[in-house]
């Protein structure tokens, strides 16, 4: 069975980065200011990631030149899973990492 892919927007990134129900994140296509340069066109890509020391995957977002690196399975989880008591963290069910669906995270 193939699983359909859903992208939503990233919290605090909305018209610059998506997230999936898969786990990836891509940026969007938008236009782009430079100092040096008149503005050109960005095209929007999936992101590459990073891996933390400890397993997990990273992604960097950048938003007004400022350049952010976030935990996946957080941007997952924030998109995808409610969170009505406001827990702080989020937990791979079965303890693998870079396994970062949203059947497979939860809050805690």
Request: charged share 20%.
């Amino acid at each position: 069975m193939k699983i359909k892919e859903i992208w939503k927007s990233v919290k605090d990134y909305e018209g610059l980065y998506e997230v999936s129900n898969l786990g990836r994140v891509r940026s969007l296509t938008n236009i782009t200011h430079s100092p040096r340069q008149s503005s050109y066109i960005k095209q929007g890509k999936i992101l590459a990631f990073s891996v933390h020391y400890k397993g997990y995957n990273r992604s960097h977002l950048c938003k007004n030149g400022v350049r952010k690196t976030m935990q996946t399975h957080r941007l997952v989880a924030q998109a995808f899973i409610p969170n009505p008591e406001n827990k702080p963290q989020v937990n791979h069910i079965d303890g693998n990492p870079i396994n970062n669906v949203p059947w497979n995270l939860e809050w805690a």
